[in-house]
């Protein structure tokens, strides 16, 4: 059974090496020291988001990593999923569509209105996204690095 749980500052040295290791599976050329300081800032800022940890039974398998902006054309709030990683060994069995679902949910209590997220054309994982009902956005996506 797949449960979530808010990851706390006292969470951080279990969640750097699984967004050590999604930035890694990803190609994402971060610093260790880029990675410690964003989890430190978004978990002792719960205004920013949250990070919930995927749990099967008490062992951690994955995170799931939310942002918040806010948005009028939704009403309020809206999420980020910038970040979900579920171990290799629990993929295809339902962990991921299950983080998902409770993801939503915690969200919905939040007042979280609406959740995006960012996703290659390429990766595995979209067919999860498709099969769940996300729809890709008729905007596209630009960034401009500030710092």
């Known amino acids: 059974m797949i449960t979530l749980r808010i990851a706390t500052p ?3 040295p279990l969640l750097f090496p699984l967004t050590r290791a999604l930035n890694d599976h990803e190609g994402i050329t971060v610093s260790d020291e880029t990675l410690q300081r964003g989890l430190a800032e978004l978990l002792g800022d719960p205004a920013l988001g949250r990070i919930f940890i995927v749990e099967s039974g008490t062992q951690p398998i994955g995170y799931g990593l939310v942002t918040f902006a806010f948005d009028l054309e939704f009403g309020g709030r809206e999420g980020w999923l910038t970040e ?4 290799a060994e629990h993929r295809k069995g339902g962990a991921g569509a299950g983080a998902l679902a409770q993801i939503e949910e915690q969200l919905k209590g939040l ?6 997220l960012q996703v290659r054309p390429d990766n595995p994982a979209k067919r999860l996204y498709d099969r769940l009902g996300w729809e890709a956005s008729p905007r596209i996506v630009m960034t401009r690095r500030l710092a």
């Open 10 to 12: 006292a969470d951080a």
């Open 84 to 87: 979900l990683w579920i171990a």
């Open 111 to 116: 007042g979280v209105r609406a959740l995006h």
